[in-house]
């Protein structure tokens, strides 16, 4: 069955660095544009970055030049680094799988918790 499975979250210092992971299962990867999308408490869930299955990539505001989104197709990966971290990027953070043509095929993992305080 579909299965993404992501680790690497934790509590870091503003500043600090984490990368995260989302090993995925299940599905035919390449095909997949793959995301990362955070939720913080009393906040909707947001786009954080986005890689295509052409490695194209696309970032929030919020994160430019601080996050970088890549993927192991061979792996079945794809990664997210976090350097600079600020507090107000805590949230839980959630990886995405979608069809790069059949949107319907959208999958979630359960989550990875992200907290940045001193």
């Known amino acids: 069955q579909v299965q993404l499975v992501e680790s690497g979250g934790g509590l870091v210092q503003p500043g600090g660095s984490l990368r995260l992971s989302c090993a995925a299962s299940?599905?035919?990867?390449?095909?997949?544009?793959m995301s990362w999308y955070r939720q913080a408490p009393g906040r909707e869930r947001e786009l954080v970055a986005r890689i295509s299955s052409d490695d194209s990539t696309n970032y929030a505001d919020s994160v430019k030049g601080r996050f970088t989104i890549s993927r192991d197709n061979a792996k079945n990966t794809v990664y997210l680094q976090m350097t600079s971290l600020k507090p107000e990027d805590t949230a839980l953070y959630y990886c995405n799988a979608r069809h790069i043509y059949f949107i319907n095929l959208d999958y979630w993992g359960q989550g990875t918790q992200v907290t940045v305080s001193s």
């Open positions: 299940g599905f035919t990867f390449s095909r997949f544009a």
